[in-house]
């Protein structure tokens, strides 16, 4: 299983852009990169989900290098609702249950 | 879309007793769903892996006869603590991947389970 590294906290302003970025070192060649954003006693909600380059939707974009051993989330002009824990999942593609493990994840805080 | 809920939010119960969450994908069919259980302040704990119309795989350490897993139809899995006892207190969340190319999960809301 590609074991994940993220900081453990991070504070930002609203108004700013926030990069989040997660080392994965043994990324396997057919994993894919997901991101995950939880609130306090919710079910976390998918963010983005990449293989490689960039992707964006409307909420995120993710950047992933060439070599694939790491991934920044980027948050455009944060707002105090995204204060939350963001995770960041590595795994297979097809829904195997590989790669199903939950790192710390990174706390975001947000100011006004 | 891939909306996945869970009933019931919230359960109290005795210690001894046993209790029974249900997780349903509302929109999608899912042949796999998973468990996961969330202490506080730590991350999410995968438990196992519920396959429709077979035995769930469970992961190191998570006993099989306390915690049972039903999948028994594409839309509905149950997870039915037995015997619940104080330190099975915890968030329960389920989650489902649509399939069909898609492989990232959609989760339910979560269960607060606090036993007396």
């Known amino acids: 299983l590609a074991k994940t590294t993220q900081p453990i906290s991070m504070d930002s302003y609203e108004g700013q852009e926030v990069n989040i970025t997660c080392s994965h070192n043994n990324i396997a060649t057919n994993d894919y990169i997901t991101w995950y954003q939880q609130f306090p006693s919710q079910g976390p909600r998918f963010i983005i989900q990449g293989y490689k380059t960039k992707v964006t939707n409307e909420v995120a974009s993710l950047f992933i290098p060439a070599d694939r051993k790491s991934s920044t989330l980027s948050l455009p002009r944060v707002s105090l609702s995204d204060t939350a824990v963001y995770y960041c999942l590595v795994g297979r593609s097809g829904g195997g249950a590989d790669g199903l493990t939950f790192g710390k994840g990174t706390h975001l805080i947000i100011q006004p | 879309g891939a909306v996945v809920s869970q009933h019931p939010s919230r359960v109290i119960c005795k210690s001894g007793t046993s209790v029974k969450i249900e997780c349903r994908s509302l929109?999608?069919?899912?042949?796999?769903m998973f468990w996961y259980r969330q202490f506080p302040k730590q991350s999410l704990m995968l438990m196992a892996t519920?396959?429709?119309?077979?035995?769930?795989?469970?992961e190191q350490g998570v006993e099989k006869d306390k915690f049972l897993i039903n999948h028994a139809s594409l839309t509905l899995s149950t997870l039915t603590v037995t015997s619940a006892h104080p330190e099975d207190s915890s968030f329960y969340i389920c989650?489902?991947?649509?399939?069909?190319?898609?492989?990232?999960?959609?989760f339910g809301p979560g269960t607060r389970l606090t036993v007396l």
């Open positions: 929109d999608f069919q899912a042949t796999t």
């Open positions: 989650s489902a991947i649509p399939g069909q190319g898609r492989n990232e999960q959609f």
């Open positions: 519920s396959n429709e119309g077979s035995k769930a795989t469970y």
